[in-house]
T-cell receptor, first 110, second 112 residues
Framework: RKEVEQDPGPFNVPEGATVAFNCTYS??????FFWYRQDCRKEPKLLMS???SGNEDGRFTAQLNRASQYISLLIRDSKLSDSATYLC???????????FGGGTRVLVKP | DVKVTQSSRYLVKRTGEKVFLECVQDMDHENMFWYRQDPGLGLRLIYFSYDVKMKEKGDIPEGYSVSREKKERFSLILESASTNQTSMYLCASNLVVSYGYTFGSGTRLTVV
């Protein structure tokens, strides 16, 4: 079983709609979590950190559920420019290693 | 903004060649990492370094080595390139891992 698992998608989303997707992690000792965004043939870029209480950054909301070991990302009022692959990332409790999920592809269509 | 620079965007090398991938960061970060990214497999950690002359194996170190002679530079070496090392290689750095990584723009390596 992969340490960090994501539905690869694609999630086809009408422009202006809301989309949400989850990521599950297997290591209950994972300390911190992040969402990265990766455009086609580009490097991943940090979208947001995920805090225990959940956090919001504009149209993006991240939630952490430690009991069920998943994190979620919700995008409101989707824009065409939100089309990308979203990578879920977990920080291991021991050491400084980040473990990446395989990514969820989101396609926002007019 | 932190800048992580990878020397080449695209490389084509022959099987058996020794290949050097260079990565430089400009923010005095302690930690540097090399990943490869392949379709269906995601990002996999090859090697990382927490300090000059220090290196640690990641999840898939076989066929690779690294060098960190200066804090700002972390080199990935393919001792004898093979076709299964055709991939996108991404370098990353950070000061404190809880802040996440900053990635370079990647090197797409093709071994023929």
């Amino acid at each position: 079983r992969k340490e960090v698992e994501q539905d690869p998608g694609p999630f086809n989303v009408p422009e202006g709609a809301t989309v949400a997707f989850n990521c599950t992690y297997s290591n209950s000792a994972s300390q911190s979590f992040f969402w990265y965004r990766q455009d086609c043939r580009k490097e991943p870029k940090l979208l947001m950190s995920v805090y225990s209480s959940g956090n919001e950054d504009g149209r993006f909301t991240a939630q952490l559920n430690r009991a069920s070991q998943y994190i979620s990302l919700l995008i409101r009022d989707s824009k065409l420019s939100d089309s990308a692959t979203y990578l879920c990332v977990a920080l291991e409790a021991a050491g400084n290693k980040l473990t990446f999920g395989g990514g969820t592809r989101v396609l926002v269509k007019p | 903004d932190v800048k992580v620079t990878q020397s080449s965007r695209y490389l084509v090398k022959r099987t058996g060649e020794k290949v050097f991938l260079e990565c430089v960061q400009d923010m005095d970060h302690e930690n540097m990492f090399w990943y490869r990214q392949d379709p269906g497999l995601g990002l996999r950690l090859i090697y990382f370094s927490y300090d000059v002359k220090m290196k640690e194996k990641g999840d898939i170190p076989e066929g690779y080595s690294v060098s960190r002679e200066k804090k700002e530079r972390f080199s990935l070496i393919l001792e004898s390139a093979s076709t299964n090392q055709t991939s996108m290689y991404l370098c990353a750095s950070n000061l404190v891992v809880s802040y996440g990584y900053t990635f370079g723009s990647g090197t797409r390596l093709t071994v023929v």
